[in-house]
């Protein structure tokens, strides 16, 4: 661990944001848990990458079209039930993952640690929508008394 002013800077091995990969697809999980290793590692910019890389994957996954990333998030809208704060942030985090790989892009202030934790966050989120929702009713109504 290395400190600075009593506080802790960096831990070894790296904090990892935690994430609960049940039912999702193996490409999408990958893609999300490099994001989450990249963030591990101060690596931010790959980190937005990887977060776009995974909306990608579940746009793919769900069979999406478009010409583009921003027309396949629409597309994704009429392929999975989602509610619409997540559907509409899902294009935000299409721009997160622009800024860090174009110069021109500029939506955001900075691609740093706090815009790509909460990015990776919020597709956690997305992605229990879309995957693990399901499992969890199941087992609530598997809890239920037998009339």
Request: proline share 4%; glycine share 4%; with cysteine.
């Amino acid at each position: 661990m290395v400190w600075q002013s009593n506080q802790l800077v960096r831990s070894y091995p790296p904090l990892r944001i935690d994430f609960d990969k049940t039912d999702i697809p193996p490409r999408i999980v990958a893609a999300l848990e490099e994001a989450i290793t990249c963030h591990a590692e101060e690596c931010f910019i790959a980190a937005a990458l990887m977060v776009r890389k995974t909306l990608e994957e579940l746009c793919l996954d769900r069979g999406a079209k478009g010409n583009n990333l921003k027309e396949r998030i629409q597309d994704l809208g009429t392929k999975i039930v989602l509610p619409k704060e997540l559907l509409d942030g899902l294009d935000d985090l299409r721009l997160l993952g622009n800024d860090a790989a174009h110069i021109e892009s500029r939506e955001y202030d900075q691609v740093g640690k706090d815009e790509v934790a909460v990015g990776i966050e919020f597709t956690k989120e997305v992605l229990k929508a879309a995957y693990q929702y399901a499992t969890l009713v199941t087992k609530l109504r598997a809890l239920k008394k037998t009339p």
